[in-house]
């Protein structure tokens, strides 16, 4: 099972979001992750090879002001003619975000949404939002609440669906996508 992770974090290698990347690449030794700092790994035709090469993508970030991190959305704009195509049509793609305490569930639907809407899929319970406060409160000796909230564990559910995903055998159809004009200027108006 490959597994390719987009961290979306501005700091690279050296965030939180890397962090994750080490514990999951510790703790899931049956799947094979490969990693783009969207930080330093613009989208290109190297990108995109290994985008196509693996079964599942896992997209991770932070949240940022109530947004995903710029290095995302900069893939995501760059990457706009992966819409529809068959490389990721159906393709299997979960996310994650972190955040300390307001804003991540909010840029998880959002970032769902527009990869749905690119043409990947979303399997069930393949979205999770880790925070700080969550974190804090799981410290707490108080623990009858503990099991509503996300934690590092949910990982496994995320990525075990995010698998099982990768079996699906579906020709999935696409809508005619204009591939000429979508960064053209189309305002018109009388000078
Ligand atoms: C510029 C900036 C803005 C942030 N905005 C939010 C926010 O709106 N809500 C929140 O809960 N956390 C916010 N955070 C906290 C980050 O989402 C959190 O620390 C995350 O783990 C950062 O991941 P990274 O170290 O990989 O970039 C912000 C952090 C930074 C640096």
Redesign the pocket.
């Known amino acids: 099972m490959k597994i390719l992770i987009l961290?979306g974090?501005?700091?690279g290698e050296s965030?939180?979001?890397?962090?994750i990347i080490r514990f999951l690449k510790r703790r899931r030794k049956d799947i094979s992750f490969g990693v783009l700092h969207l930080a330093k790994t613009k989208f290109g035709p190297a990108a995109l090879r290994k985008i196509k090469d693996a079964d599942g993508l896992l997209f991770l970030?932070?949240?940022?002001?109530?947004s995903w991190?710029s290095p995302l959305q900069k893939f995501l704009e760059d990457a706009t003619e992966l819409e529809a195509r068959e490389e990721i049509m159906g393709k299997p793609a979960a996310v994650c975000v972190?955040?300390?305490?307001?804003?991540?569930k909010s840029v998880l639907s959002r970032l769902q949404g527009v990869l749905s809407s690119m043409g990947f899929l979303i399997p069930p319970m393949s979205g999770v939002v880790l925070?700080?406060n969550s974190q804090m409160a799981q410290g707490n000796s108080k623990k009858s609440h503990n099991e509503d909230f996300w934690s590092l564990d949910d990982m496994d559910v995320l990525l075990d669906n995010l698998s099982v995903a990768t079996a699906c055998e579906v020709h999935w159809k696409a809508w005619p996508v204009d591939r000429k004009n979508f960064r053209k200027t189309w305002l018109r108006f009388s000078k």
Do not use: F, I, R
């Open positions: 961290n974090s501005p700091k965030g939180n979001c890397a962090d970030t932070g949240t940022y002001w109530d991190g972190l955040m300390h305490s307001v804003g991540g925070s700080l």
